[in-house]
């Protein structure tokens, strides 16, 4: 069934947080697909706020390729930006699987680029930018 969040401005980012969250469920491993300056570590950074993380510990992994964070629960958050990946090779090489097979939430920018490599079980999140500067959080469950 389609699903979609319509997040109107940067006031509604933690109430839209908030209901991806409990819409979403038990999926671990969530992709957000999405041009440049859709939102993907806006978003993002709501949602490790929500979980409890510390929000100056929230940054784009672009160079990094992965950061970790710490939830309140005392889970771990894994928080990854694939843009600068050639080539699927060079996710392997961070140990990527490790990753995905923890049970940690994964929250993953720019997907597309290691589209290969993703679990079935991946949740493909798409964000749209409207015609208004609002933007449309998009999915199938």
Known sequence: MQQEIIIRDLTGLGAAARQFLDMVGGNSLVAFYAP?????????????KELGVREDAVSSPTFAIVNEYLAASGEPVYHFD????????EALDIGLYEYLDS???????????IESLLPEET????????PDGSRRLSWED
Not at 82 to 89: S, T, V
Request: proline fraction near 5%.
């Open 123 to 130: 949740l493909k999140v798409s964000i749209t930018v409207l």
């Open 36 to 48: 440049m300056g859709a939102g993907k570590t806006t978003f993002i950074t709501a949602l490790c």
């Open 82 to 89: 694939f843009y600068r990946i050639d080539k699927p090779a």
């Open 103 to 113: 049970g940690a939430l994964c929250l993953m920018e720019w997907p597309e680029n």
